[in-house]
């Protein structure tokens, strides 16, 4: 395999090697892209690593409709845990969706987060594990929290494939990424 050029970064999970691309984000820099949505092995290979990283005493599985969907998909599948979406859009057949801002200091946007209603209802009384691709500055895992908190379950804690930057959360992660390169 050839080194990775000056743009890319190398990650290895399990026996899985990406070499990521790198993006410029706003005045932050070139960080690292990580991709799950069309690479089945390298999803599969992170879902397998984190699984047994699982906090213990788990009931459901909480993510957003972006990159991490097909991971929180796998990691539900080989835990045997549900899980539930949140949306970065409001849908037509959304009832009575639970609603919350979220600063996201990566993007350098702020952003909505919806929650449908029966969504949210699954949630009440159950320890919710937030997962996520990765985990910046914890804006978005934050969110995540207190829309579990307003649905009436209790963060059983924060699960990130990889964590890149100095969140303050109790994260628990596979691989840390750098801030820039």
Request: cysteine-free; hydrophobic content about 45%; charged content about 20%.
């Amino acid at each position: 395999m050839t080194p990775p050029g000056p743009q890319a970064l190398r990650v290895t999970i399990g026996a899985v090697t990406r070499e990521l691309p790198t993006v410029r984000v706003g005045a932050v820099g070139r960080v690292p892209l990580v991709e799950f949505i069309g690479d089945s092995e390298f999803t599969n290979a992170a879902a397998e690593a984190m699984l047994p990283l699982i906090p213990p005493g788990t009931d459901i599985l909480l993510s957003v409709v972006t990159n991490a969907l097909p991971l929180v998909h796998e990691l539900s599948d080989r835990a045997g845990l549900p899980y539930v979406v949140v949306r970065k859009k409001r849908r037509t057949y959304m009832q009575d969706p639970l609603i919350q801002d979220v600063p996201s200091l990566t993007l350098g946007v702020a952003e909505t987060l919806w929650l449908d209603g029966p969504h949210a209802a699954r949630l009440k009384g159950r320890r919710v594990t937030i997962v996520q691709d990765v985990v910046a500055s914890g804006g978005t895992a934050q969110a995540l929290a207190r829309l579990i908190t307003r649905a009436g379950g209790t963060v059983a804690g924060y699960l990130a494939a990889f964590k890149q930057g100095d969140s303050v959360l109790p994260l628990i992660y596979l691989q840390e990424l750098p801030q820039t390169i």
